[in-house]
Structures are given as C-alpha cells and as structure tokens.
C-alpha cells in the first residue's frame, strides 16, 4: 500500500519560511507527477505545485516566485519549500500522487498545518 506522509508544517510569521517534505513508502519513480495541494477553512482543496517525472514544475499563481516544488529521487521524498509567507498561505497542504498525466490523483497524505500569522 501507497503511503505519502508530510512534515514540516508549524506555525510562521508572514514573511517567513517553511520547507515541507513528503516522504514516499516506494520509488517516486512510479509516479509520473507529483503534487501538493492545500485546503484553507472553508475553501475547496486547490493545486498549489506539481512535478513530473522529469523534473517539469508548474505552480499556482499565488505562489509563483515565492514557493518551489522539487524532488530527491533517492530519498523518495518531494519537497516545497516556501518563502515570504502570506497570512493568505494558512491552510493544511496535501502532498499527492498519481501514476496518470491527468485526472483525479491517486494517492494522498494526511496533510500538514501551515499557519501564518500577520
């Protein structure tokens, strides 16, 4: 069975940084695209980064130039490192992850609290 468990969330003051990890129960390698995904009170989940299997990244607008997804293949494990926090940025986030190139993703994490205070 796929397990994807994330760490590294806490509480932060805007402006700044947390890198969370998600740690894979196999290769990464079986997995064509990787993704995190956060859910904020009383909003519906939204991507916020995704990475495929060669490395190709693509974010959501909200995060672009402050967040960055990336991958360590020996280690199993995805990364997104986030910088200049928003108070906006509070929110479980879900590390994901599907075999597909489209569609619903397959596996998913518990999730990890991110809070950001102004």
């Known amino acids: 069975q796929v397990q994807l468990v994330e760490s590294g969330g806490g509480s932060v003051q805007a402006g700044g940084s947390l890198r969370l990890s998600c740690a894979a129960s196999?290769?990464?390698?079986?997995?064509?695209?990787m993704g995190w995904y956060r859910q904020a009170p009383g909003k519906e989940r939204a991507l916020v980064a995704v990475?495929?299997?060669?490395?190709?990244?693509n974010y959501a607008d909200a995060v672009k130039g402050r967040f960055t997804i990336s991958r360590d293949n020996a280690k199993n494990t995805v990364y997104l490192q986030m910088n200049s926090l928003e108070p906006e940025d509070t929110a479980v986030y879900y590390c994901?992850?599907?075999?597909?190139?489209?569609?619903?993703?397959?596996?998913w994490g518990q999730g990890t609290q991110v809070t950001v205070s102004s």
């Open positions: 994901a992850a599907d075999r597909g190139i489209a569609g619903p993703y397959e596996y």
């Open positions: 196999l290769s990464i390698f079986n997995f064509n695209r």
């Open positions: 990475i495929n299997r060669g490395g190709t990244t």
